[in-house]
């Protein structure tokens, strides 16, 4: 995913609530930062663990792509005159984002977490973002969003499938392992 070049028009409908717009391209941000804090932590403490070692190159581009996702976000919130995200008063969507996020990030810092619990946690997380991805990047499409960050959305919603499905797959093979006692048959990525 790149970053778009600045704009003079961001929407091609001019009715577009620009508030409204704002508040979820804050919401997903909050989730993005989060997500690259999350998988910092996690990376950490899933090192040490040896059936996890091919999947941690993995984890970390999936935070490098997170971390570009939210700098993407800043870059139009900027645009939209709303360059200052960590300064804005907390909406109802916004603070929706923080607590989900916060109650992940928790879990993955409890002493007693597992592996399979922070794959679980890390699971949660994709799967709160490759669906809030999946609602922005249709409205941001109905609401005529300019061309080349609708491409930039696109490619965000790609990704986090991506990572929703890849997680999914090492924490199966995970619990096959440990809780089932068995090898897990399906190929670890596609
Ligand atoms: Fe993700």
Do not use: C
């Not at 800043?74 to 603070?95: I, M, S, Y």
């Not at 799967?127 to 609602?135: C, I, K, N, P, S």
């Not at 960050?149 to 093979?173: C, G, I, K, P, Q």
């Amino acid at each position: 995913m790149t970053v778009p070049t600045r704009k003079t028009r961001l929407f091609t409908r001019r009715e577009v609530d620009r508030g409204d717009f704002i508040d979820k391209l804050a919401q997903r941000w909050v989730v993005e930062r989060a997500a690259v804090t999350m998988y910092q932590e996690a990376i950490a403490r899933l090192r040490v663990n040896q059936l996890l070692q091919k999947v941690i190159p993995e984890l970390e581009r999936f935070m490098a792509q997170e971390k570009l996702h939210a700098d993407m976000l800043e870059q139009l919130l900027g645009e939209l005159g709303r360059g200052d995200v960590h300064g804005e008063h907390a909406t109802p969507a916004v603070n929706l984002a923080a607590s989900t996020m916060a109650a992940i990030l928790e879990s993955i810092r409890a002493p007693r977490a597992t592996a399979r619990s922070i794959m679980e946690a890390i699971l949660m997380a994709e799967r709160v973002d490759a669906g809030g991805w999946e609602l922005l990047t249709e409205l941001a499409k109905e609401g005529g969003l300019d061309e080349d960050y609708l491409r930039s959305f696109r490619a965000a919603e790609r990704e986090e499938r991506e990572h929703e499905h890849v997680v999914r797959t090492h924490l199966m093979r995970l619990e096959h392992e440990m809780l089932l006692h068995e090898r897990y048959p399906v190929a670890t990525s596609r």
